[in-house]
Structures are given as C-alpha cells and as structure tokens.
C-alpha cells in the first residue's frame, strides 16, 4: 500500500511540475491571441511557385492581408511529396504566426505511406478552413472520337483495355478510372506520367488517348479548341466548366475532393483558429475573390469553416485507406 500510495505521490508532482512548465507557455498564447495579428504572418507552400497550389494560396494570402491590415507572405518549401512544407506548419510555433496551405498529400501523409514517409501525421496539424478545390480531370485530344467517358468505357470494351495517362497510383484520377474500371468491367492500363508537365504532352502526341490532368494546367488548349475535357474529379460540377459533368453524375465513386485549405499546429489555440477561420469565411463569400479564384486560376471557391473540414479530412482519409488497402498498397 505504501509503495502505491508513494507512486500516486510522484505522479501527481510529475502532473504539477509539468503544469508549471507549460501553464505561463498556454497563458502566452491565450494573450497573444487577444491582439492577434500584431506583425508579419508566413503561409508555407509545399509546392514550388506558379502552380495552382501556390497561385491559390497568394491569392487567400492577398485577401487576408487586405483584412487583417499585417503582411502575409507565402513561402515556397518543396520536397518530400509536399511533406517538407507540411513538416515546417507542424514544428513552427503555434502562435497564429505561421501557417500552411496544404493539399491532401500534406495533410493526410500516412495515408499515402505506401509511396513516401513523412515525419509527422495529421494529428500533428489543426485544420482551420478550406478555400479551394482542384479541378481534376479528364482529356482528351480536340479531334479524339471519344467524346464522353461513356465512349471511353465503350473503347475499352472493344479494344481490350485503353491507356490512360495519370499523375499516379496515388492521384484522384488513377482511383477513379480504376474504380469506374471495376464498375465497367473493362481494363484500364495506367500509364504514370508523374505530373500535368508531363501528361500533357503525353496527351497531344497521342501517346495516351485519355489523360488525368488538372484543369487549370489545360484551360488555354480548350478554350483554343485543342483539347476537350470528359470529365472533372468534383462532387459538383465547376464555374468554369459548367458544361462539364462530375464523375459523381456519371454513376463513379470518388475517393476524395483535392481540397485546398489553412492549417496550423496541433497546439494552435482555439481562438486563434476561430480568428482566421472569421477571416476566410469572410473573404470566401466576396466575388472579387471568388471570380480570381475561378477565372484566373481555374480553381473552385471551396470554403468549409473548422469544423465541416475537419469531418472532410476524415472521411477522406477512410475513403483513400479503403482503396489502397483494396489495390494492395497499403503497407
């Protein structure tokens, strides 16, 4: 009994020791929190400059310095599969003060632990709101016979299988052209370009008939009548493509939303979270910033407050864990 009632006697100096070690760090964030921004904040992208991720996040960026009248300035870390710039959000002081706008790679990184490790999970960030979504999709050459993912199906079924160009095992496009596939009964051969830089060219030259590519990558050759997108990877159909059906309409499954959105330490106080969170509702429902979002980038005002990001994320997370694990790669 003495030897018991000694532990319980440690442990509770252990829990007071540790409460006086961190009790004056949460009171500093609970005041800072009252005066926030007081200075610079740094949006970290994990992606390099000039791409739909980094154009999107100046983009917020811009918005919420106009807002919060303090500088926000985007920095560019890449490497990783995005997970360097996700790594720099989950070690950075939870003070409000730096932030990441990340895709689903960076913010799911154990989900995708079959194609690369990273140095922390999503427990290790706090979602605050998402503002876009990508526009994956599929295309096509202009003078492509294949003019629906029906006649895609169709030549499939005719030809024993058709090549289609994706970014990945690990993309929205693979999942669902192998999902419709299963659907369908017909083979699809995945030929992995790696990247839009490299699938478009696959595209154009014919190598592929159909290729995964991100819409914003291939906007100027639609609008110049040299591609013809089939369908988009979004649960609704897009602004700028309102002519082009979902996948989802279509009658195929789709893993995940390529959401873009804010995040922040684990540790980043509630009210913190709630300020900005304020900030991007905000900005999300003004048309000048929508219209930038859609007509500029090509990408889609997708707004979710905390909360509703949140239970996203994790459905997301089950959905991508059920299909790799079904496909074998999960480790």
Sequence with gaps: MKNASDRMFVGWCCLFIVFLMIGPFWGELRAAASTYPDRAITVVVPYSAGGVTDLAARAIAEAMEKSLKQPVVVINKTGGRATVGGYAVVTAKPDGYTLGFLPIAACLPEVFSYFFEAPYSSKDLKPISSVASAALSFAVKADSPLNSMKDVVEFARKNNGVKVGTP?????????????????????????????????????????????????????????????????????????????????????ELPYVSLLGLFGPKEMPDELVKKIDDVVRKISGEEAFRTKLRDSICIQPTYQDTATYQKSLIKYKDSIHAFFKQEGLVK
């Design 168 to 252: 990945g095992k690990q993309t929205g496009p693979y999942m669902v052209m192998v999902q419709m596939a299963r659907k369908e009964k017909v083979t699809v051969v995945d030929v992995p370009f790696g990247g839009d830089a490299e699938t478009l060219p696959g595209i154009l030259g014919g190598h592929v008939p159909v290729g995964g590519i991100d819409y914003s990558a291939i906007k100027s050759l639609v609008d110049a009548k040299k591609l013809k997108v089939l369908a988009v990877c979004t649960e609704k159909r897009v602004d700028f493509a309102p002519n082009v059906p979902t996948v989802v309409e279509l009658g195929y």
